[in-house]
């Protein structure tokens, strides 16, 4: 009895709405097809929008042989870095933003200090002590020389209203050494040898 109802229902529906159908002029319906085809394509450019990736290519300073790249992709209130190198040492590396968008000097001392717009002691990140917003940690390289680090934070954003999430017109740096992440105020990580402006 229950199929029986549901198909029954079903029936006067599809009557109902091939009698509304049918009240409704072509242009009326072209009209409806067309608003709706409209909001579609308003959606999906919304949705383009909220997207932003930005991929530069790193420098090698201080004599270094370093080559690689790294991309920032913000989406959903969340920024990603994943950032990929050859051409290091073995070994554990450190990585950070800094507060210039300067690589111009050998040593890439123009970048100046961590991104700290918080004005935060040094450390490790998420820490309760306090942590600058460049210190994103260190990364392993292979004996082949190749290393990566994916990074993923709500604490930035490319190009917003926000100066102390903004990443744009920062630099990303890579250190000789380890971060330590406890001395001051840079964690005691050696040389910056490659430096990548962070710019559309």
């Known amino acids: ?73 913000e989406e959903d209130g969340e920024v990603t870095m994943n950032a990929k190198f050859s051409g290091l040492k073995e070994g554990m590396h450190a990585i950070h933003l800094h507060e210039k968008g300067d690589c111009s000097a050998d040593d890439g001392t123009s970048a100046g200090g961590h991104w700290n717009p918080s004005n935060k002691q040094h450390g490790e990140w998420g820490s309760a002590k306090g942590y600058h917003s460049g210190d994103i940690g260190n990364f392993d390289v292979n004996a082949e020389g190749k290393g990566s680090i994916t990074f993923t934070t709500d604490e930035w954003c490319i190009g917003c209203d926000d100066a102390s999430k903004d990443i744009l017109g920062k630099s990303v740096i890579v250190h000789e050494g380890v971060d330590d992440f406890s001395s001051q105020p840079s964690g005691a990580a050696g040389k910056r040898i490659g430096c990548a402006v962070i710019n559309m």
């Open 1 to 73: 009895m229950k199929r029986i109802f549901l198909s029954g229902i079903l029936t006067l529906a599809f009557v109902f709405t091939g009698c509304k159908n049918e009240n409704t002029t072509a242009e009326e319906r072209v009209d409806e097809n067309t608003n709706l085809t409209q909001e579609d394509s308003d959606m999906m450019m919304e949705e383009e929008e909220e997207v932003k990736e930005i991929t530069v290519q790193f420098q090698a300073k201080s004599g270094s042989t370093l080559s690689g790249n790294v991309t920032f992709m």
